[in-house]
Nanobody
Framework: QVQLVESGGGSVQAGGSLRLSCRASTYTLCMGWFRQAPGKEREAVGTYNSDDSTTIADSVKGRFTISRDDAINTMYLQMNKLRVEDTAMYYC????????????????WGQGTQVTVSA
């Protein structure tokens, strides 16, 4: 099992920026960012795929970017032009098997970091 630790959350005004980090205890083949707001279902924000490509949800495209530093097993979520509706608990997830990555199925999850955007 991979341990994942998120950091970088906090409170920011609309239009501001935050960078989230997700450090894994070991190398992972693919990783993803997800978020869940109170009373809403969890949604995918984006993924860092096994071929080093990234995917970003339409709701954050042009504002959020995903990157990864393999040397320290850490994935980042750069969030710019934050909106009130981006307020949520953000989670990272990971997989080590190609079959899981292809299905965007992540067995390992972090505890989450809270992002609060005020008007």
């Amino acid at each position: 099992q991979v341990q994942l630790v998120e950091s970088g959350g906090g409170s920011v005004q609309a239009g501001g920026s935050l960078r989230l980090s997700c450090r894994a205890s070991t190398y992972t083949l693919c990783m993803g960012w997800f978020r869940q707001a109170p009373g809403k279902e969890r949604e995918a924000v984006g993924t860092y795929n096994s071929d080093d490509s990234t995917t970003i949800a339409d709701s954050v495209k042009g504002r959020f970017t995903i990157s990864r530093d393999d040397a320290i097993n850490t994935m980042y979520l750069q969030m710019n032009k934050l909106r009130v509706e981006d307020t949520a608990m953000y989670y990272c997830a990971a997989a080590r098997r190609l079959s899981l990555c292809r299905n965007r199925s992540f067995p390992d999850w972090g505890q989450g970091t809270q992002v609060t955007v005020s008007a």
